[in-house]
């Protein structure tokens, strides 16, 4: 066996969350794989904690924070992830939290969300973000239970370059309603600039591309559907 040379120090090893528990009171209380543990008190307006869930990898944890009344009840509408050693991250549009899970090696977050009321209960927002920096990456559109079958949602599928035919990544396609609204598709082009943007539904639409390098370029789209007899 070869003897440790002088003055050399073992690699501690890296600290990761072995599993974490919602208390009567509301706290999150977290423990480590060193022996210690956190506690994440309740937030202000919190009337519960659910769906806690600790990434595979150990690296975070998260729940949802019920903290919006709706009528009678309280709905979730928060989504907060705790990483080892960082301050918590807050997700959500202020719209009823469905669902959610770590994807990609547990570096980025998925989740769903719909009005609680309304027509809009039709329709399901995705989201995906990086939990690092909590830019959202993806969202897109998804039928309900409640959504009229009949109305399928449409993709769109393309490629960005610059006016050199140069492909471009990371650039930010987008689908909204009207340039002043919130857009309910978007992505980012990928290798070689392609992209594909799903969830679109009916309607008139602007199609936006931002890119850090160029000034962004907008156009408007139709998305036509004609019911059957």
């Given at each position: 066996?070869?003897?440790?040379?002088?003055?050399?120090?073992?690699?501690?090893?890296?600290?990761?969350?072995?599993?974490?528990?919602?208390?009567?009171?509301?706290?999150?209380?977290?423990?480590?794989?060193?022996?210690?543990?956190?506690?994440?008190?309740?937030?202000?307006?919190?009337?519960?904690?659910?769906?806690?869930?600790v990434a595979t990898s150990g690296s975070a944890v998260g729940w949802l924070v019920v903290d919006v009344p709706v009528g009678s009840y309280s709905v979730p509408t928060t989504l907060s992830v705790y990483r080892v050693g960082k301050p918590l991250k807050h997700f959500?549009?202020?719209?009823?939290?469905?669902?959610?899970?770590?994807?990609?090696?547990?570096?980025?977050?998925?989740?769903?969300?719909?009005?609680?009321?309304?027509?809009?209960?039709?329709?399901?927002?995705?989201?995906?973000?990086?939990?690092?920096?909590?830019?959202?990456?993806?969202?897109?559109?998804?039928?309900?239970?409640?959504?009229?079958?009949?109305?399928?949602?449409?993709?769109?599928?393309?490629?960005?370059?610059?006016?050199?035919?140069?492909?471009?990544?990371?650039?930010?396609?987008?689908?909204?309603?009207?340039?002043?609204?919130?857009?309910?598709?978007?992505?980012?082009?990928?290798?070689?600039?392609?992209?594909?943007?799903?969830?679109?539904?009916?309607?008139?639409?602007?199609?936006?591309?931002?890119?850090?390098?160029?000034?962004?370029?907008?156009?408007?789209?139709?998305?036509?559907?004609?019911?059957?007899?």
């Amino acid at each position: 066996m070869a003897a440790q040379s002088k003055g050399a120090v073992r690699s501690a090893a890296p600290t990761r969350i072995s599993d974490a528990e919602v208390t009567e009171d509301g706290t999150v209380k977290i423990r480590f794989n060193n022996g210690r543990s956190v506690l994440v008190p309740p937030e202000k307006g919190q009337t519960g904690r659910e769906q806690l869930e600790v990434a595979t990898s150990g690296s975070a944890v998260g729940w949802l924070v019920v903290d919006v009344p709706v009528g009678s009840y309280s709905v979730p509408t928060t989504l907060s992830v705790y990483r080892v050693g960082k301050p918590l991250k807050h997700f959500g549009d202020g719209l009823v939290l469905l669902d959610w899970d770590f994807i990609d090696g547990d570096r980025h977050i998925r989740f769903s969300s719909t009005q609680a009321h309304g027509p809009g209960t039709d329709w399901l927002t995705m989201e995906v973000h990086d939990i690092v920096t909590g830019r959202l990456l993806k969202r897109w559109l998804e039928q309900s239970d409640t959504a009229d079958p009949r109305i399928p949602l449409a993709s769109i599928t393309g490629r960005v370059t610059d006016g050199a035919s140069v492909p471009l990544t990371d650039t930010v396609v987008s689908v909204r309603a009207h340039p002043a609204a919130e857009p309910f598709a978007l992505t980012m082009s990928g290798e070689g600039g392609r992209f594909t943007l799903q969830g679109i539904r009916p309607g008139e639409h602007e199609l936006r591309f931002d890119h850090p390098r160029f000034k962004g370029r907008a156009i408007k789209i139709s998305r036509c559907f004609r019911r059957g007899n």
